[in-house]
């Protein structure tokens, strides 16, 4: 069974207490955390060290960044690269969030190159797609996350998307309150494995774990999640509050 996530993205919110004060809460509910349940908590970069230290040795939680840069050093001030991370012990990091798209006018080739150099280090990437409300009333999003998808990660190999972790997110239900129903999310999220298994065939395809982002929460992730094609959540808003993220994670099939 391909691995079941769910993912927290704090975005830029919550202090260095008020963060460790959550991570406590989550840690010490009871989790259905096993070799094909994960749970990851995508911090600020401020509080890495302190987050991977509080999970500690706990199996199947992990801390992850929020970004990294597409070069291995050099000055690119502000910037963190992925060799800072790894030195910090950070497996994990998101790739390609629609914010970082929008806002920071990251294209899907800089991103080709930031899947590389996380592969290069030995990190984990959390890889990012989804079409904002223009492409979806359009209905053209088919073909707008195939070319996200193509220009970004077509060149691996078989080997490096063995595993992979894809969040898909519908862009107009990010902190909106809007969610695709059930059959959206699944729809557009077989069409992600079915693109890849053109590409790679279906072993491959089917190995990879597809979460959906998009204004999950403790009411209506265990419905999205029961969908064949969803493996579990990135979290925004709802990652936030303990009981609410505690009960996303105890959702996951």
């Not at 069974?1 to 840690?27: C, F, H, V």
């Not at 065939?201 to 597809?210: E, F, K, L």
């Not at 979290?235 to 996303?248: K, R």
């Amino acid at each position: 069974m391909r691995k079941q996530i769910a993912a927290a993205n704090w975005k830029m919110n919550l202090t260095l207490e008020q963060g460790m004060a959550l991570t406590a809460d989550i840690l010490k509910a009871t989790l259905t955390t096993d070799i094909t349940h994960q749970v990851i908590l995508g911090v600020p970069f401020p509080y890495l060290i302190a987050i991977k230290a509080q999970i500690g040795n706990q199996e199947n939680v992990f801390a992850a960044a929020q970004n990294c840069y597409s070069k291995a050093s050099g000055a690119y001030t502000g910037e963190v690269s992925v060799e800072m991370l790894k030195s910090i012990g950070i497996t994990h990091v998101i790739v390609g969030h629609s914010e970082r798209r929008e806002y920071f006018n990251e294209s899907n080739a800089m991103l080709a190159d930031k899947i590389n150099i996380c592969f290069e280090y030995g990190m984990t990437p959390i890889f990012c797609c989804g079409e904002p409300l223009a492409i979806r009333e359009a209905e053209t999003q088919n073909g707008f996350v195939a070319t996200q998808l193509e220009e970004s990660l077509f060149h691996l190999s078989p080997e490096q998307l063995t595993g992979f972790i894809i969040a898909y997110e519908p862009i107009w239900a990010i902190g909106t309150g809007k969610t695709a129903t059930n059959e959206q999310a699944q729809e557009i999220q077989a069409y992600i494995r079915k693109v890849i298994a053109a590409k790679y065939g279906s072993t491959v395809a089917d190995s990879i774990s597809i979460l959906y982002g998009g204004s999950v929460k403790a009411a209506n992730a265990k419905e999205i999640f029961a969908q064949q094609d969803v493996d579990g959540g990135l979290v925004g808003g709802a990652s936030l509050v303990a009981t609410d993220f505690v009960t996303i994670i105890n959702s996951l099939k």
